[in-house]
């Protein structure tokens, strides 16, 4: 599955995912916040991180792999 999570936070979905057993073969992070970011890679290192997500164009998404799910968080 991949995943695309937008204003990931600390990666809660990514979390969520893990508890439930799904296996996750590339998941992409939007965010800007530098501690959540940190807290993201320390947990789950294999994370993509994309950046802002107002920066996320067309351009990007077609260079990822078919989407199975999006995750929102919305900016707090």
């Known amino acids: 599955m991949n995943v695309l999570s ?6 809660c979905a990514q ?3 893990k508890e439930l057993g799904i296996k996750v073969d590339n998941y ?3 965010e800007i916040d530098k501690n959540a970011i940190k807290v993201t890679q320390e947990n789950f290192p294999h994370t993509i991180q994309l ?3 107002t920066k ?11 989407i199975d799910l999006v995750c929102f968080g919305s900016p707090c």
């Open 56 to 66: 996320i164009d067309e351009e990007i998404l077609k260079e990822l792999p078919r």
């Open 51 to 53: 950046g802002d997500v």
């Open 28 to 30: 992409y992070a939007s």
């Open 6 to 11: 937008l204003c990931d936070g600390m990666s």
């Open 15 to 17: 979390i969520a995912l």
